[in-house]
C-alpha cells in the first residue's frame, strides 16, 4: 500500500502544480476507490494538501504578486474556516459529505464553463470584509470534504472578482497553504489524522507538484480552461458512481 500512495501523491501532485489546486478533489476519489472510507481519505488528503501548497506556492510565487493583498485576506478567512473542520467531520456522515462534494463539483463545472479564460481589464479592489468572509466559508466546507478550497474559491474568483483564469489557480493554490494547515491542525486535535499515510502521499506529491507547474506555465489559457473543466467532469462522474 505505500507504493500506492506514493503513486497516489505524484499523480495527485502533478495535477495539483498544473491546474492550481490542493489535490484533494483527485485524491479522496482515488482513495475511496482504494479502499478507504471517506474520513479517512479526507485526512490523508489534507495532510497531502499542507506539502503540496506550500511547495507549489513557492514556485507560483510570481504569478501572484499583483493579488497577494487579497490573497492573504482570503487566506487568513481560510484559516479560521478550516478550523471548523473537525467539528463537522466528526458530526456529519460519510455519505453527507460525499454529496457535498458532488454539488460542489457541478457547480465549479459551470460557473468556469461560462467564465473567460483570459480578461483584459485589471481586477478591481475588493471589500476586504467580503474577501474575509469568502475565505472563511471556504475553508469551512473545503476541510470538511477533504479539498483545499481552490475548486471552490476559482470560480467566485473567476465569475465575481473578474481574474483570468491562470491568476486565479495561483491564487488558489495559495488559499490552499492557509485552509489545509488549519485542516491538518483541526483534524488532528480532533484525532482523525493518518499520519504515515498523509505523510506518504505528501511527500511523494512534491514531485508531481514541479513538473505540473512547468507544463501550465506552457499551456494555452483557453486550452487550459478545457482541461480545468474535463478533469472536473472525470471527477464527478468518478463521485457519482462511488456515491450511487
Known amino acids: 500500500m505505500i507504493f500506492e500512495l506514493a503513486a497516489f501523491g505524484i499523480i495527485t501532485g502533478f495535477l495539483s502544480g498544473f491546474f492550481g489546486i490542493g489535490g484533494g478533489m483527485i ?9 478507504f472510507v471517506m474520513k479517512q481519505a479526507i485526512a490523508i488528503s489534507i495532510m497531502q494538501m499542507v506539502f503540496s501548497s506550500v511547495y507549489g506556492s513557492f514556485l507560483n510565487s510570481k504569478k501572484v504578486t499583483n493579488v497577494i493583498k487579497d490573497g492573504l485576506i482570503i487566506g487568513i478567512g481560510g484559516f479560521v474556516g478550516g478550523l471548523q473542520s473537525g467539528f463537522i467531520v466528526t458530526n456529519v456522515s460519510n455519505e453527507t459529505l460525499q454529496y457535498v462534494f458532488i454539488a ?110 512547468k507544463v501550465k506555465n506552457n499551456v494555452h489559457s483557453n486550452s487550459y480552461k478545457k482541461y480545468i473543466l474535463l478533469l472536473n467532469s472525470i471527477i464527478l462522474i468518478t463521485m457519482i458512481y462511488k456515491t450511487f
Open 104 to 213: 460542489i463539483l457541478v457547480y465549479a463545472i459551470i460557473k468556469i464553463f461560462i467564465s473567460p479564460a483570459q480578461r483584459d481589464e485589471p481586477s478591481k479592489s475588493h471589500n476586504k470584509f467580503i474577501l474575509f468572509l469568502i475565505g472563511f466559508f471556504t475553508g469551512m466546507v473545503a476541510m470538511s470534504i477533504g479539498v483545499g478550497g481552490s475548486i471552490i474559491l476559482t470560480p467566485i474568483l473567476l465569475g465575481f472578482m473578474r481574474y483570468d483564469l491562470k491568476a486565479a489557480t495561483a491564487l488558489g493554490l495559495f488559499f490552499v497553504m492557509f485552509s489545509s494547515i488549519a485542516g491538518f491542525t483541526s483534524l488532528s486535535l480532533n484525532g482523525h489524522m493518518m499520519y504515515l499515510e498523509g505523510a506518504t502521499v505528501g511527500i511523494a506529491s512534491l514531485i508531481g507538484v514541479y513538473f505540473g507547474i
Open 27 to 35: 485524491l479522496v476519489p482515488m482513495l475511496l476507490l482504494a479502499g
